[in-house]
């Protein structure tokens, strides 16, 4: 599948770029609405972006009583980015979630106080809340990501969301303080790729979960390389900011794509089955 990393599109303002995915991904709802961080929030680097958004949305009610019967208007299986500060707080959320493609847990936000309970507690509580698919968005800033993969799987996820953003700090080059009003930020784009593709093929080697991967992937080369680590999905970030279109472009790079191994080549042919199917 080709998907899009939670925060990185706007499927309401912005449908026809979200009907060229095969599914799309939420930004992050937490139970109480969020304002986020004060501006600005967003800075421009060498070779990324760092956000530090701070996970604004509208909260839970608000977001299933409004946004998504929207979203479910537009045809494409939705996957819901699920956030909180304790593991009850996540299962509230996900017991409140019905007839949707997946859950995906965000347990490693950099902008904003992370709950309180591990992530395997908050899988752990979420398995209980709901019979949908959940997939454990983790960071790489951890030592050993794999420790986190096997308990989330340990847990009952049912997936892996590889990898959130690292943090982060860009200076205004004029006052040489922080870019950013909160000081730092998350990061991605390219910078981010090298960080995500080893935690792939980290997690793919750990576990048996299947694992959808995202950093800095831009090309129809970033996604055979993902694929080539052990990832079965793709998720779309910072590129659909500069390049909309990226989904379409992306299909069509993968069309002509020349990869020798067959079975990466299988793997790398279905996604782009499923995206223009």
């Known amino acids: 599948?080709?998907?899009?990393?939670?925060?990185?599109?706007?499927?309401?303002?912005?449908?026809?770029?979200?009907?060229?995915?095969?599914?799309?991904?939420?930004?992050?709802?937490?139970?109480?609405?969020?304002e986020g961080n004060a501006p600005p929030r967003i800075a421009e680097t060498a070779h990324g972006m760092l956000n530090a958004i701070g996970l604004a949305n509208p909260g839970r009610e608000r977001f299933l009583a409004d946004h998504l019967p929207r979203l479910r208007e537009l045809g494409i299986p939705l996957w819901i980015s699920v956030g909180g500060f304790s593991a009850a707080e996540y299962a509230e959320t996900c017991a409140a979630l019905e007839d949707v493609e997946a859950v995906e847990l965000n347990l490693s936000c950099p902008n904003v106080d992370e709950a309180a309970d591990s992530a395997a507690e908050i899988v752990a509580a979420c398995r209980r809340a709901t019979?949908?698919?959940?997939?454990?968005?983790?960071?790489?800033?951890?030592?050993?990501?794999?420790?986190?993969?096997?308990?989330?799987?340990?847990?009952?996820?049912?997936?892996?969301?590889?990898?959130?953003?690292?943090?982060?700090?860009?200076?205004?080059?004029?006052?040489?303080?922080?870019?950013?009003?909160?000081?730092?930020?998350?990061?991605s784009g390219p910078s981010l790729k090298p960080?995500?593709?080893?935690?792939?093929?980290a997690c793919a080697s750990a576990t048996q979960l299947p694992i959808v991967g995202m950093g800095g992937i831009a090309t129809a080369q970033d996604v055979v390389e993902f694929?080539?680590?052990?990832?079965?999905?793709?998720?779309?970030?910072?590129?659909?900011f500069s390049d909309p279109d990226a989904p379409r472009r992306i299909r069509e790079e993968l069309a002509v794509v020349q990869v020798d191994d067959s079975r990466i080549a299988a793997k790398v042919r279905g996604i782009h089955v499923n995206a223009v199917a």
């Open 1 to 34: 599948m080709l998907l899009n990393a939670s925060g990185c599109l706007d499927a309401l303002a912005a449908p026809e770029v979200a009907q060229q995915l095969d599914g799309f991904v939420t930004k992050t709802i937490t139970p109480l609405p969020r």
């Open 131 to 187: 019979t949908l698919p959940l997939y454990a968005k983790l960071s790489a800033a951890h030592p050993d990501v794999t420790v986190v993969a096997r308990a989330v799987a340990d847990a009952g996820a049912d997936g892996l969301s590889l990898v959130n953003t690292l943090r982060g700090l860009a200076l205004d080059p004029r006052t040489l303080q922080p870019a950013l009003a909160r000081g730092t930020g998350g990061l």
């Open 195 to 201: 960080v995500a593709l080893a935690a792939v093929y």
């Open 227 to 240: 694929i080539a680590c052990g990832a079965r999905d793709v998720a779309l970030g910072t590129v659909l």
